[in-house]
């Protein structure tokens, strides 16, 4: 897979939950394919046995980050 194919499904992916590009000083197109690049190369170091776990890791651990984002966020706007 190249990292443009994989930019590509992660973009996919945000339909699902749509990212505010408008308040950043990224472009979409430009952020997800220097991610995509980072991924495959952290992923050519592991093994293709580990590659399963630690891509299941990853996701929890950006998941993880954006729940206290989220929270950081929200307590935020509420004072």
Excluded: C, H
């Amino acid at each position: 897979m190249t990292a443009e194919q994989l930019a590509i499904l992660a973009r996919e992916i945000e339909v699902a939950d749509p990212i505010d590009w408008g308040m950043l000083p990224v472009q979409e197109e430009k952020a997800y394919l220097e991610m995509s690049k980072q991924v495959l190369d952290i992923m050519r170091q592991y093994n293709p046995a580990d590659r399963q776990t630690v891509a299941l890791a990853s996701v929890v651990k950006l998941l993880v980050e954006n729940f206290v984002l989220n929270v950081k966020l929200m307590e935020q706007s509420t004072r």
